[in-house]
């Protein structure tokens, strides 16, 4: 079964900082993977996505995430953080045609 | 190109009630998938409606039936609402090809009390 795992359910990091969101996923086949952020009382904002090729994909906002096969992970990293990167993060796996399965999501805070 | 609109913003009912929520995709979209994301938790896949009929189907009752209409856009209903149906329902469309993304609504709040 499909199946998606977030380790964290929250992280707290200071502005400036590093950030690492940890995604690893059950997947039949090769997934095509993809990071959401969400903010309070919003919908989903697509942050970036991994279908094929390099595994180092690079999305909006500065956000990057690395596909890696043989560990069957997905982890979004931000080399420094900024205030309004504080929301809920979801990785979610699907395939062409196929309905998503979300994660359940990382919240992130970050101090000032 | 206005994206994914939903309607209403916020729905606020009471048990036994029955709920219509409404979705228009992004142009150019053919596919509508219905998402439930209780508070708390990511989003779960409800069904996808394809050329008028429902295609794929999550692991929801059958009180969940949906609808989609000649011009793409789709409805969500719910008969019999439950204090446990309260949830932000988000609206996925998404085009046929290899490469296709969904992209999702802002969603409607549903409260039931």
């Known amino acids: 079964a499909q199946s998606v795992t977030q380790p964290d359910i929250h992280i707290t990091v200071s502005e400036g900082a590093s950030l690492e969101l940890r995604c690893n996923y059950s997947?039949?086949?090769?997934?095509?993977l993809f990071w959401y952020v969400q903010s309070p009382g919003q919908g989903l904002q697509l942050l970036l996505k991994y279908f094929s090729g390099d595994t180092l994909v690079q999305g909006i906002k500065g956000f990057e995430a690395e596909f890696k096969r043989s560990q069957s992970s997905f982890n979004l990293r931000k080399p420094s953080v900024h205030w309004s990167d504080a929301a809920e993060y979801f990785c979610?796996?699907?395939?062409?045609?196929?309905?998503?399965?979300f994660g359940p999501g990382t919240r992130l805070s970050v101090l000032p | 190109d206005a994206g994914v609109t939903q309607s209403p913003t916020h729905l606020i009912k009471t048990r036994g009630q029955q709920v219509t929520l409404r979705c228009s995709p992004k142009s150019g979209h053919d596919t509508v998938s219905w998402y439930q994301q209780a508070l708390g938790q990511g989003p779960q896949f409800i069904f996808q409606?394809?050329?008028?009929?429902?295609?794929q189907r999550g692991n929801f009752p059958d009180r969940f039936s949906g609808h989609q209409f000649p011009n793409y856009s789709s409805e969500l209903n719910v008969n019999a609402l439950l204090l446990g149906d309260s949830a932000l329902y988000l609206c996925?469309?998404?085009?046929?090809?290899?490469?296709?993304?969904?992209?999702f609504g802002p969603g409607t709040r549903l409260t039931v009390l």
């Open positions: 996925a469309s998404s085009g046929q090809g290899p490469n296709n993304e969904q992209f």
């Open positions: 409606y394809y050329e008028e009929e429902e295609r």
């Open positions: 979610a796996v699907g395939a062409p045609g196929q309905n998503f399965v």
């Open positions: 997947y039949g086949a090769t997934p095509y």
